[in-house]
């Protein structure tokens, strides 16, 4: 069975970092590329960030409102995904999905079930 | 840069009535890329469609997707009370490269 787990969310104050893991099983990890989506309490979801395969360079892409603070990386030896969280701010309160992108259409078949992340002083 | 939008924002039907929701984006969106997603209360969202048209597994067939260029379409033939949801369509390829519409909730009348 395929499965996302996140983790690594919770209560930080603005300014500060978090690093956020997704723990995959059930599928080759290094044959596909990995996303994040976000969703703010109350409202819809948010494109964060996306690693490639390395068959395909292992580079990232950003949504402009979080670009130069977060950070994606893969360690596929472990088929984990990181999300690393800077310089946080209220904004950025959400519960975030890890996401697996299909291949062929750069669809979101597989999520996990999130982990909330509550940026407050 | 690229914005979908959604409409309407909330949809109020009875059980047994066809849904109609429309994405437009602001730039013309590969078919391969437009996909639909439902998500219901505290609940991860699913995917609904992929590549536009096509059912991801085990969709109902009661779910259809069509459309390309700028708009599409996510059509529920009759509506079960657990089609109750908010549905959210996506794209990739144009900038940002990934994009998400807000929404359209799809409520009991």
């Known amino acids: 069975e395929v499965q996302l787990v996140e983790s690594g969310g919770g209560l930080v104050q603005p300014g500060r970092s978090l690093r956020l893991s997704c723990t995959t099983s059930g599928f080759t990890f290094g044959d596909y590329a990995m996303s994040w989506v976000r969703q703010a309490p109350g409202k819809g979801l948010e494109w964060v960030g996306f690693i490639r395969s390395k068959a395909y360079g292992g580079t990232t892409e950003y949504a402009a409102s979080v670009k130069g603070r977060f950070s994606i990386s893969r360690d596929d030896s472990k088929s984990i995904a990181y999300l690393q969280l800077n310089s946080l701010k209220t904004e950025d309160t959400a519960v975030y999905y890890c996401?697996?992108?299909?291949?062929?259409?750069?669809?979101?078949?597989?999520w996990g079930q999130g982990t909330l992340v509550t940026v407050s002083s | 840069e690229i914005v979908l939008t959604q409409s309407p924002g909330t949809l109020s039907l009875s059980p047994g009535e066809r849904a109609t929701l429309s994405c437009r984006a602001s730039?013309?969106?590969?078919?391969?890329?437009l996909s639909w997603y439902q998500q219901k209360p505290g609940q991860t969202p699913r995917l609904l469609i992929y590549g536009a048209s096509n059912r991801a597994i085990g969709i109902p067939d009661r779910f259809s997707g069509s459309g390309s260029g700028t708009d599409f379409t996510l059509t529920i033939s009759r509506v079960e009370p657990e089609d109750f949801a908010v549905y959210y369509c996506q794209q990739y390829g144009s900038a940002p490269l990934f994009t998400f519409g807000p929404g359209t909730k799809v409520d009991i009348k």
């Open positions: 730039q013309s969106v590969s078919s391969s890329y």
């Open positions: 996401t697996r992108v299909g291949r062929l259409h750069y669809d979101f078949w597989i």
